[in-house]
């Protein structure tokens, strides 16, 4: 157990020693045991010294281990879900020394990722992929008559998707060798843990009682009746101790509730559920944060953890500014104070979009759908047809899961619903799973959607006051993090729709003119840019619909036209404006800046943007490469 974090590199001899995950199975069980704490020191050095997910994966050492200690990985397939439980994995799986680097540019990904080593079978992102993922891999094993194994790890909040229980029905359907983990941290589904649950388990995966059960099967299935009350007294008695039924139901052979923590007892499980045939069911609670105590005592508040800065002799005063989610939430609150209409929904997201305050003032308006973007959507769409005005926050990477409810459930009917897209554009550090560089592009071609980016914190008040107020479906896409620091007015006004803002014009220069179209967070790249090169700059505010007067207007005064988006530049804003000038059958000189046809990996947000030419030098080299 540690009470706070250590503050050099621990010693880890046994983990220094494992070549491959096969050593583990030579070691013993006071080995494994000193292994667990060794993994656990260092997670807790490594992320001290770099950030990231922190308490799933300390909640899972001991399973970690046991599960690379029993299955012969790589070869048998590991699947883990959510993908922040899989810092211990990676520890174990060739990856110590380099965990130093992770979430940093060219450094080990925030999560599995195929490419980075062969023992992560399937990269993660989004959750609640695991049970159809590894049920894939299970099938297709079975196809090319090999016999490794499967195994889906899913974090309980993971298996609130609708996604999981469609793996989970379609695998019991097909009766599959497979092993489904759920790791139950928040004891969401039963608190059970004890010496009869325990006794139960161990029964239910014993040798002795599965050929009991085989032979009795055998033999009773020839009298119907028989057979019939034989399961239904296993059932009755599986489902007096544990949550059984409902696994059970779905096809599965469902074994625990069985402490997470218990390494024995975790290896002797695990031993026993790899020689069973078909769908087996492990139910696992764990303590989020395990072995750390301030993050037993606050699994939220160390859900993550921040880099450890190294105190300096002298530090500037920082001046505190909100964040766009802060504006989002400060927003909510005051709007429905005086409209007792909206209505507040994220998918599993309270703390990241802020609606911490929101959820605690108006209780009865807000609603958490767990991990259920789907739903979300459609609730709101249900909620809207009877009058009322919801207000979806969610991430623009987990926008794309619930892309058929936007179109059918809400755009079709032309229902208001307004969406607060939080982390739109680059968000750093966790890669191509959790950049929102799609979104204009997949909203921009749904009829009746309006769509907008603001500037600055004021705009994007002002913005969501629009949308909200705005007949139909309507989307306020903001980015991650902090703005320029602007005046946050506390009024509720809105801005007059499709009206860009003309934010400084030209000088009578002799060389050639250039206009600046910029939206959402480059305005304020641009802005320098303009400066530097006395060049136009328009805020376009909107991307659907675009202000086609002002765009008239620059085009017949301008000798280049730049579009500046942090988005793929396909089907994005510079898209929208090329179609436009088409359209009018004009052909002016236009630079399309955005993000490229490729998935931008890991890194900060500024080196993110400096790699793709979207920071104001890389603005200023493309403009000058043109004009050249």
Known sequence: MFDALPKQAPPTPLLDALRQTADLKALSERQLLLLVREVRAWLLWSVSQTGGHFGAGLGVVELTVALHAVFDTPDDRLVWDVGHQAYPHKILTGRKDSLLTIRQKNGVAAFPKRSESDYDAFGVGHSSTSISAALGMALAAKAQGNKRRSVAVIGDGALTAGMAFEALAHAGHLQPDLLVILNDNEMSISESVGGMATYLARLLVSEPFNHLREGSRRVLSKLPLAWELALKTE??????????????????????????????????????????????FLHLVTKKGKGFIPAEADPIGYHALSKLEKPTAEQAPTIKKPSYSNVFGQWLCDTAAVDKRLLGITPAMRE???????????????????????????????????????????????LQRAYDQLIHDVAVQDLDVLFAIDRAGVVGEDGPTHHGTLDISFLRCVPSMLIMAPADENECRQMLTTGYQYKGPAAVRYPRGKGPGVLIEENLTSLPIGKAELRRKAGSTKGKKVALLALGSLVATAAEVAEKIDATLVNLRFVKPLDEQLLLEVAADHDLLVTLEENVLMGGVGSAINEFYASQNLQPKLLNLGLPDAWVDQGSQQELLADWGLDTQGVLTAIQQRLA
């Open 235 to 280: 059932e009755q008695v599986k489902s007096f101790i544990s949550p059984s039924s409902l696994f059970e139901e779905l096809g599965f052979n469902y074994i625990g509730p069985v402490d997470g923590h218990d390494l024995p007892e975790l290896i002797n499980t695990l031993k026993s559920l790899k020689h069973l045939k078909g769908p087996q």
């Open 352 to 398: 990241g979009s802020d609606l911490v305050k929101f959820s605690r003032e108006y209780p009865e308006r807000y609603f958490d759908v767990a991990i259920a973007e789907q739903h979300a959507v459609t609730l709101a769409a249900g909620m809207a047809c009877e009058g009322m005005k919801p207000v979806v926050a969610i991430y623009s990477t987990f």
